[in-house]
C-alpha cells in the first residue's frame, strides 16, 4: 500500500506473484461490464501501457498473448488501476468487435449460478469458427 | 468448459487451484463499479450462496473472512457468474453502506496509473478508525 504512495517505480510498486504476474481483470470502460480476467507479466504491462492495447501473459501457451491478434478482438485501455494491495489490476478497455471471449460472447463470464446449476446466460454474438478463420 | 455444462456438482465444474481457492470479483449490481478482489475456498462460496452474503477465504488470517464482521459492510449477493474456464467467479453484489475498501472508499481500486506513478484518485467515504472502533 504505502510503496504505492512513496513514487517507487511504478511496476515495482506493483505485487508480482511467485510466478512473476499479477492477475488483470478487463472491463468495459463504456457498460461497466466485466469482460475478461488473465494474467500479465511485467513485459506484458508495460507493452500494455507503451502501446495502449491489452497485452496478457498466456500461461498456457507461455507466451506474450496480444489480445486480438488472432481473433481482431483487440481492447484497447483507457485506464489502469490497482488496489490496495498492489496485487490486482482493473483496466478500463474499449472492446474491438463487442467480443471479449473466446467462444464469440461479449463476456467470458456468461455461466451463471442457477440453484446448482451453472447456466450459460449470454448469446454467442459470432461462430467462432467465423473468428478464428483466416 | 464442459464441465460447467454437463451437471456435475456445480462446485466441481469450477477449478480449485493448488491451495483450493478461486479467485473472486465483487461487482456493484448497481452501478457496475468493480469493489473488491479476494478468493474464496469451497466452504466460504458455499456459505455465500447458501446465506447470500459474501465470504471470502481471508489468506493473511488463514480463516474464514464473513466480509462484514468488523465493519458492517457485508455484501448482499444477487448472481454468481465464472468465466469460460470456470477458474474466476464474478459476484454482483450490493455493498452495504457503500464502502468495500478497510480504506474508508467505496472500492479498493483507487489507484489509477498516470505516467509513471500511481495515483489515490477516489475520496475516502468514512474514516476506517471510526468504521473499525467498536
Known amino acids: 500500500m504505502s510503496d504505492l504512495d512513496v ?3 511504478w511496476l515495482d510498486a506493483l505485487k508480482w506473484d511467485a510466478q512473476g504476474m499479477i492477475p488483470a481483470i478487463a472491463q468495459d470502460a463504456e457498460s461497466g ?6 494474467y500479465m507479466n511485467r513485459e506484458s ?3 500494455t501501457v507503451r502501446t495502449g492495447n491489452a497485452v ?3 500461461r498456457s501457451r507461455n507466451r506474450l498473448w496480444r489480445k486480438g491478434e488472432e481473433s481482431g478482438h483487440y481492447q484497447r485501455v483507457s485506464a489502469v488501476r490497482t488496489d490496495c494491495d498492489g496485487d490486482v489490476l482493473l483496466l478500463s478497455i474499449a472492446q474491438e468487435g463487442g467480443i471479449a471471449c473466446h467462444t464469440g460472447r461479449e463476456s467470458c463470464f456468461f455461466h451463471q449460478l442457477d440453484g446448482q446449476r451453472w447456466i450459460a446466460v449470454d448469446p454467442v454474438l459470432k461462430d467462432p469458427k467465423d473468428i478464428y478463420a483466416k
Open 7 to 9: 513514487g517507487q517505480a
Open 33 to 38: 461490464r466485466v469482460l475478461m480476467f488473465a
Open 45 to 47: 504491462l508495460q507493452e
Open 56 to 58: 496478457y501473459w498466456s
